[in-house]
């Protein structure tokens, strides 16, 4: 009763709210008829991943007769270490401009729609899986104030589909900016840099993870993230962004900033 009532107090305020703070869209400014949303054209210019797409990373595949387990170049390559890759969006200039506003520009009240579109993304398991943020390295968290994927974590929480260990893993040294670095450097850097806390390992062992962050470029990192969570016994580990960045679908120079 006391939620209804909270709820019933914050819909009464939404019409002194809009007076104040007329909505307006969160990637490009123009008006909008509520504060949650995007305006008609931003989400017509947002790319939601769809079939056919590769059975192993989920990357879209061109031809509509593509098998249902065909497996992508890149896969067959390098077979992932994950279990599956559930991106709302791909990395175009519309979800760029939503991530920027949200992590670098303190928009924060995007977590949820970001974490409802990464949602409707999420396989089905077995069980509640835990919900396991990447970590920042602590004076990164010191700095921004927040961290943007344990914020979409907790609200994938809230929508239902796991339960967040906030504090599953540690970054335990500080890494530079992984853009531009080759395959070999990125693994350098990234050696030793974030592992499992030990109160932790108990809780993972045996369960379903799904590894949120914001957006997924080289997947360097995830990878780590992944290594040191089937280490503790993860029985699956499914990568959960907003934006992905795919090579083939990204404008020379967009990924910069």
Not at 42 to 62: F, K, N, Q, T, Y
Not at 90 to 105: E, I
Not at 120 to 148: C, E, I, M, S
Request: hydrophobic content about 45%.
């Amino acid at each position: 009763m006391l939620s209804a009532i909270r709820r019933g107090a914050g819909e009464a305020l939404v019409p002194l709210v809009d007076a104040i703070y007329p909505p307006r869209c969160p990637a490009c400014g123009n008006a909008i008829g509520a504060q949650t949303g995007l305006c008609r054209d931003c989400w017509e210019d947002l790319v939601i991943p769809g079939e056919p797409a590769c059975a192993s990373c989920m990357r879209p595949m061109r031809s509509e007769w593509t098998a249902s387990e065909a497996i992508c170049a890149p896969c067959m390559a390098s077979p992932p270490r994950h279990d599956g890759i559930a991106a709302a969006t791909l990395y175009t200039a519309t979800s760029r401009k939503l991530v920027l506003a949200f992590k670098h520009g303190r928009k924060l009240a995007l977590a949820p729609l970001l974490a409802r579109m990464i949602a409707a993304k999420l396989p089905t398991v077995d069980g509640a899986p835990l919900l396991v943020p990447v970590p920042l390295h602590r004076f990164r968290l010191w700095r921004r104030g927040f961290n943007q994927a344990a914020l979409l974590a907790r609200e994938l929480e809230r929508l239902g589909r796991g339960v967040l260990l906030v504090d599953a893993l540690e970054r335990r040294k500080r890494t530079p900016p992984l853009g531009g670095m080759g395959a070999r450097a990125r693994k350098r850097a990234l050696a030793g840099a974030i592992s499992t806390r030990p109160a932790a390992t108990a809780r993972i062992a045996g369960r379903h993870v799904i590894l949120v962050d914001d957006v997924l470029t080289s997947g360097a990192t995830s990878d780590t993230c992944v290594v040191v969570l089937k280490r503790a016994g993860a029985a699956s580990v499914t990568l959960a962004c907003f934006a992905r960045v795919l090579d083939e679908s990204l404008p020379t120079g967009q990924l910069s900033g």
